[in-house]
């Protein structure tokens, strides 16, 4: 990897992140539910990019540089498996099981899915 890669892999986290929390405040400023519904969508939507970069990487449509920057880097600063399962864990505490199971294999079963479809469609190209 060379230090530009890697710097442009580091900002792209960077950059993630940032929306992660951006999108993650939108969402709770619009919607008020007791549902991480931030969470859900920022991982679904994650999974989703995600799946498309991959299906155009397969495709040789997309250079490897490209997926490792934006595929690792911003996908892996947007997306958050450990903020998911916090607010899984913090729904049981809460006693709320059926929220708690719906957040975390409606979570797992959407991401899967979303990233089944990018795949798909980046495919296409």
Do not use: H, K
């Not at 890697?6 to 993650?24: P, S, T």
């Not at 892996?76 to 864990?89: C, D, H, L, N, R």
């Amino acid at each position: 990897m060379t230090p530009l890669l890697f710097l442009a892999l580091a900002g792209a986290g960077g950059v993630g992140a940032a929306c992660r929390m951006l999108v993650d405040g939108l969402i709770r400023g619009w919607v008020r539910v007791a549902y991480p519904l931030g969470t859900t969508v920022i991982n679904v939507s994650g999974s989703l990019l995600l799946g498309v970069l991959t299906g155009l990487a397969l495709g040789n449509v997309l250079p490897e540089a490209w997926v490792i920057v934006v595929g690792t880097g911003f996908c892996g600063g947007y997306t958050t498996f450990s903020t998911a399962s916090f607010e899984t864990v913090r729904l049981l505490q809460d006693g709320r099981r059926l929220v708690a199971v719906a957040n975390g294999f409606g979570t797992l079963v959407l991401s899967v899915a979303a990233a089944m479809l990018g795949l798909w469609l980046g495919t296409l190209a």
